[in-house]
Structures are given as C-alpha cells and as structure tokens.
C-alpha cells in the first residue's frame, strides 16, 4: 500500500479529499433540498407539509448512518466504504429528478442522510491518523469548511438551473458532485494508505478511566446534540421561510442561503483561532451564545441585517461547534477512549436532529408558520448554552484542582 508520504501530490491530498467527501455528503446530499423546497410545493410535486416531512426523513438516514458508520467501515475498509457512499449520493441526487410517490422519493433522501453521516464519521477520522500530529489543526479547518463549499456552490447553482426545471437542477448537481467524487477517488482514495502517520498519538497509553469525567463530558455531548436541534429549522426551512413566509420570493432566499455557506466556509477558522485564546471549552460556551441569538435575531428583525446575520452567523456557528466539541471532548477523554466518546457524541448529534426534525415538522404542520419553529430552535439552544457553560465551569475547576494537587505534588 501507498506511504503517506508517498502520496500524489503529498498529504496535502488528503484534507483536500476529505473537503470534497463533506461539501458532496452534507453540502449536495443534504443541503441541496432546501433551496428545492419552494419549487417542490410551488411545481405541485410535494405540498408543504411533505417537504417538512422529506426533510426529516433525510435527517433519520443522517441517524441511521450515524449509528451504523463504525461498523460499515470496519466491513468494507475505510477506502470501500467512503467510495460507496459517495456513489450512493450521485444515484440519490439522481434519482431525486423524478416526481416519484412519497415513499419512493423519501427512500432516495434517506439514503442521501446515511450517506452523508457515514461520510463524515468515516473520513474526518481516517484522514486524521494519517496526518503528523502538527498538521491536524490545519488538516480539521480544512476538512469541515467543505460543508460551507458545498452549502455555497448549491446556493448559487440551484438559483441558474431553476428556470430550467426541478429535474434538471438534481441531474446537474449529480453531474458536478459526479465529477467531484470521481476526481477526489483518482486522486486521493484510491491511493489511501493503510497506516498511520508516524508519531500517532492514538498509539498512546490509555488514561485511568476511573479519573474521566462523565458528568462534563455528558453535559458537552448533550450540548453539541441539543444544537442540532437547533439548526433545524435553519438548516430545513430557511429558503423558504424568506421565500413564501416573507414573501421575499426565491431569489431572495438563495441570497441568505449563500450567506449561509460562507458563514460555513469561515466557521472552522474562526473556531481554531479562538480555541487558542479562550480555551476549547469556553471557545464553544462563546459559540453557542452567538449561535443562540443569531437564530432568534428573525423572530426580531426580518430586514437586511437581521436575516443576513442571522445567515452569516448560524452558518458559522455550526462548523465552528463541531470542531470546538471534538475538540472538548479530546482534552477531556481517556486518550484510548476518544474515538468511542467522539461516536458517542456524533450519534448523539445525529439522533437529536432526526427527533427535532419530525418533531418541527409536526410544529409547522400544526401552527403552519416556520416562525415557530426558530423560536423553538432558539429555545432549544438556549438550553444547549446552559449546559456547555455548566461543562466549562466544571471543566475550569477540575483543571484548576490538578494544578493544585501537582504543585503540592
């Protein structure tokens, strides 16, 4: 098998690669409908209630791939199982173009979720051992801001292609996410090396269970959970939400999603620099606080500035809140349990978001204004800052009570 080093083109590759992965998986697999959800009702394919419902099928593949990624990968090999999901995305958008029945359009957007959740599971890790130990910080930026290219390149490709019909808006996007994974396989997966980058420290000897704390780590796991709940109503019901709720049309909508995406595009960043000022902990207690007002900014301000920074800054804050929790969850994990904490949280992400899916789109059903649900999203984060500033505290006395026990030492 190929040496890291060895690679075509050097390691630089492999983030690079896992960008694609990302911006394919959770950019096109996705975050392409909800630009499509004002044309789906508009088109007379789906009603609104079964776009709300569409939308939270594709969030219960996102859990079924969060559940069962570990072990997809551990069957096929980590070069097998990204190859086949990012083949199950282009055949899922694919067959997106087609005004299916219900249940037959929903399978295709399950498996778009599964996909996706698989993708990012599998690759952030693979990519990771193989990277030395200086490179990670760069490598993980680079890899997570492919969800704000992707969230991006779908605001400005579905916006030229709707004149040309919703079919044909699914068909091109196939075609560049096509391109894409077949470029990011010749160049990079099929080269995949088997090992580890020398000096990895998943090789390191395990700390003391009995001295891990389970009650921080919980409060950040749910924490990083109860944001995805959060992100719900932005992440579904955004496009139109500004489209038909305000009236503001299509175009418009488009507009704040592409501020979306590139609040995704420099969260990663924006988190690593304040990671080094603050501290991961209170960098993600700062993160959920903007996270928090800025999708309850709407529910005040339907202007410009309102929706443009609700856009800007929620799209920030999600990336910014991955990194800054796989992040928290590092220092505060047993070296030999990282990996296993990590799936637990990303599982954990995965299935609060599946919930709070169905359960917004029960939400809007009922009250038939998206408005209720951002102010329940907001609610919900609200919640989420409570318990990533309990973890914080928490975390800041337990590091401050080491300190002591080593200087009496």
Same mark, same amino acid.
């Given at each position: ?73 551990? $069957? ?108 990011? $396989? ?51 019901? $955004? ?37 080094? $000022? ?132």
């Amino acid at each position: 098998m190929t040496n890291s080093h060895d690679m075509p083109g050097g390691l630089w590759r492999l983030p690079l690669a896992g960008a694609v992965a990302l911006l394919l998986g959770v950019g096109f697999g996705r975050y392409v409908f909800t630009p499509l959800i004002t044309p789906l009702v508009e088109s007379g394919w789906f009603t609104a209630e079964q776009t709300a419902r569409l939308g939270a099928i594709n969030l219960l593949g996102y859990l079924i791939g969060a559940a069962g990624a570990n072990r997809y990968a551990g $069957w096929l090999g980590p070069r097998r199982a990204i190859a086949s999901c990012l083949i199950a995305l282009v055949i899922s958008l694919v067959a997106c173009a087609w005004p299916w029945a219900m249940i037959v359009y929903g399978f295709w957007r399950l498996i778009a979720g599964a996909a996706a959740a698989t993708l990012t599971i599998v690759v952030t890790p693979t990519i990771m051992a193989r990277m030395p130990a200086a490179r990670r910080p760069l490598a993980s930026a680079t890899i997570f801001t492919g969800i704000g290219v992707g969230t991006m390149g779908v605001s400005l490709l579905v916006p030229r292609l709707a004149s040309a019909g919703i079919g044909a808006t699914w068909l091109a996007t196939a075609g560049v996410g096509a391109v894409l994974a077949w470029i990011s $396989w010749l160049g990079v997966w099929r080269h995949l090396p088997a090992e580890a980058a020398p000096g990895d420290d998943t090789a390191a000897a395990p700390a003391s269970a009995g001295h891990t704390p389970w009650v921080l780590i919980g409060l950040v796991v749910a924490a990083y959970g109860l944001s995805a709940a959060g992100y719900v109503p932005h992440s579904l019901y $955004w496009v139109d939400y500004i489209a038909r709720e305000l009236g503001r049309g299509l175009e418009a909508g488009n507009r704040y999603w592409l501020l979306l995406g590139l609040g995704g595009v420099i969260g990663p960043a924006l988190a690593g620099i304040t990671a080094r $000022w603050l501290g991961f902990e209170r960098a993600l207690v700062a993160a959920f606080v903007l996270m928090t007002l800025a999708t309850a900014l709407p529910l005040v301000l339907t202007g410009f500035t309102g929706l443009g920074l609700s856009s800007l800054v929620v799209g920030a804050m999600v990336p910014a809140i991955i990194t800054l929790t796989a992040g928290t969850v590092h220092a505060l994990s047993p070296v030999a349990r990282q990996r296993q904490i990590w799936g637990w949280a990303t599982l954990s992400f995965a299935a609060t978001q599946a919930v709070g899916g169905f359960a917004m789109a029960r939400l809007y059903a009922f009250a038939g204004s998206y408005a209720t649900t951002i102010a329940a999203g907001a609610v919900i984060l609200v919640v989420a800052t409570g318990c990533s500033l309990a973890g914080a505290i928490g975390a800041r006395r337990r590091a401050l009570a080491v300190r002591a026990d080593r200087s009496k030492g």
